[in-house]
């Protein structure tokens, strides 16, 4: 079993609706969960951050992650084309350590207009 | 990006040939990271340095050799090119928490 499972897409989507993207994890010991936005031919960038389960919002974004399932979300409202990219999500055990982060795959969204 | 940049931007070269990416760094990060990104394959970590003259491998370290002789700069040597290294090549820092910083990509073409 992989560390980080995600679905590699493409996920299509019209504009304006709610995106939700998934990862689920096999290590029981990950406590801090990113998720970063990769455009074409550019390098990853950290979208969102979050450290044990719960919720966090920033703007359109949302990160959910639910610990005993070990299974964390992306949910974006009102989706722009803008938002097309390739979303991965990635963990890590103890970051003030520098355990290294684990990535998912990606996942390839596209928002059509 | 700000505060990281690669060269070169893109390189096509010939099976053999040795070949020499660039990672440098303004932000005084402790750690940096080459990764290499394959479809199917996602981020896959080739080497990383936790300091000046410390470096360590990765899960697919095989082939690759790097060097950090000033904290700015992090160098990724592929000693004897080969097509199976054909990829897009990223450089990573981070001061050692909240996540990485990524690099635009060097796009390498092996012939």
């Known amino acids: 079993q992989k560390e980080v499972e995600q679905d590699p897409g493409p996920l299509s989507v019209p504009e304006g609706a709610i995106v939700s993207l998934n990862c689920t994890y096999s290590n029981s010991a990950f406590q801090y969960f990113m998720w970063y936005r990769q455009y074409s031919r550019k390098g990853p960038e950290l979208l969102m951050y979050?450290?044990?389960?719960g919720n966090k919002e920033d703007g359109r974004f949302t990160a959910q992650v639910d610990k005993s399932s070990k299974y964390i979300s992306l949910f974006i409202r009102d989706s722009q084309p803008s938002d097309s990219a390739t979303y991965l999500c990635?963990?890590?055990?103890?970051?003030?350590?520098?355990?290294?982060?684990?990535f998912g795959k990606g996942t390839r969204l596209h928002i059509l207009p | 990006d700000a505060g990281i940049t690669q060269s070169p931007r893109h390189k096509v070269t010939e099976t053999g040939t040795p070949v020499t990416l660039r990672c440098h760094q303004t932000?005084?990060?402790?750690?940096m990271y080459w990764y290499r990104q394959d479809p199917g394959h996602g981020l896959r970590l080739i080497h990383y340095?936790?300091?000046?003259?410390?470096?360590d491998k990765g899960e697919v370290s095989d082939g690759y050799s790097v060097s950090r002789s000033k904290t700015e700069d992090f160098l990724l040597t592929l000693e004897s090119a080969t097509s199976s290294q054909t990829s897009v090549y990223f450089c990573?820092?981070?001061?050692?928490?909240?996540?990485?910083?990524f690099g635009s990509g060097t796009r390498l073409t092996v012939v």
């Open positions: 932000e005084n990060h402790r750690y």
């Open positions: 990573a820092i981070s001061a050692g928490g909240y996540g990485y910083t």
């Open positions: 340095s936790y300091g000046v003259k410390d470096t």
């Open positions: 990635a963990m890590s055990t103890d970051p003030n350590r520098d355990d290294k982060i684990i």
């Open positions: 979050t450290y044990s389960s």
